[in-house]
């Protein structure tokens, strides 16, 4: 098994060329998350280590999980192609996420993230790409670009001519703030899918406000409509996409198109199978401490076939699976 949406954190140490702005660093959230891990913010070069060490040590302890593809995070671009650091609020640059896949080439594979409103976007990618990059991904809300603009044809053009599949987040965003939500709405990747663009819908699908899944009846025709689309099980988990996650555990017809992901380091909770009537496998999931094993019998308690996506994602990565 691989796990397509695994988040690659990292402080800046004035060396990895990542940035946090001073916003998000004194924010409560940040905090609280580096202090739930233990991670040093007086000492960033350890802390990432850190990072790195613990999603190592539970990748390799899991039993069905082997490989992760982390993630990375691109800023926020003007009209004029450049970044515009005093709008971005995390940034993971692509040298980063390529150096650490290389450092663990039989845990970790390579996620880089473009936006594509960067002047050198298409560049970037073929560089990457060429240095083994597997996969692209986007969060239009927090990189401020609407997917559906003419303006990124030559992008979606290229990914599709390199078969690099783009992963990106759809709904709300409410870890980093968005300026313009609405472009996490999933019908304006239309655009990329006529390109032929494999496209993987984060999270389901789910627009991610807990009561109403407006997204449903357009996931329905995604799935009819273009071979090339695909989402994966990231964050399905949380009180705000369960409801997603039990619709479409009663919906095999869409089970062919999911992609294992956990959104890691984002924990998984195990009430859904309580929700679901699945009493046994609920005791058995509490007793699981791996993330990733957990998320993985969670999914095949409900009934998706976990397994299968696993093959299916390695086809898309043009790689062969990888045995435990």
């Known amino acids: 098994m691989i796990d397509v949406h695994v988040h690659l954190a990292a402080l800046p140490d004035g060396k990895n060329g990542c940035y946090i702005s001073p916003k998000m660093l004194n924010g409560w959230l940040f905090r609280g998350f580096i202090r739930s891990m233990g991670l040093p913010l007086n000492d960033p070069a350890r802390a990432s280590e ?158 991610g406000l807990v009561f109403r899944e407006p997204y449903w009846p357009l996931f329905l025709d995604f799935v009819n409509r273009y071979p090339n689309f695909y989402w994966d099980a990231s964050a399905l988990s949380l009180p705000n996409r369960t409801g997603m996650l039990l619709r479409i555990a009663r919906h095999p017809e869409v089970h062919d198109r999911m992609i294992f992901g956990t959104d890691y380091p984002l924990g998984c909770h195990v009430y859904p199978a309580l929700l679901a009537g699945k009493w046994k496998a609920y005791g058995a999931l509490r007793a699981l401490a791996n993330p990733f094993d957990r998320h993985y019998e969670l999914l095949r308690a409900l009934g998706l076939p976990v397994e299968a996506s696993g093959v299916r994602l390695a086809a898309l990565l043009r790689r062969p699976v990888v045995g435990k």
Not at 61 to 71: E, F, G, K, M, P
Not at 148 to 157: D, K, L, N
Not at 180 to 196: C, T, Y
């Open 50 to 207: 850190m990072y790195i060490d613990r999603l190592l040590g539970k990748l390799r302890a899991s039993t069905h999980v082997r490989q992760a593809i982390l993630l990375g995070m691109d800023g926020v671009y003007g009209d004029d192609g450049r970044l515009h650091k005093e709008e971005t609020e995390f940034l993971i640059t692509n040298d980063y996420v390529l150096a650490t896949a290389k450092r663990f080439p039989q845990e970790f594979l390579p996620g880089i993230s473009i936006n594509p409103r960067r002047r050198d976007a298409v560049e970037e990618l073929e560089r990457c790409a060429a240095a083994g990059a597997v996969l692209v991904k986007v969060l239009p809300n927090a990189q401020h670009f609407d997917p559906a603009s003419p303006a990124f044809h030559a992008f979606w053009q290229a990914l599709a001519r390199l078969r690099m599949p783009i992963l990106t987040h759809i709904g709300y965003e409410f870890s980093l703030i968005g300026k313009d939500q609405s472009v996490g709405r999933p019908e304006r990747w239309r655009a990329a899918l006529d390109a032929g663009v494999t496209v993987i819908a984060a999270h389901g699908m789910s627009q």
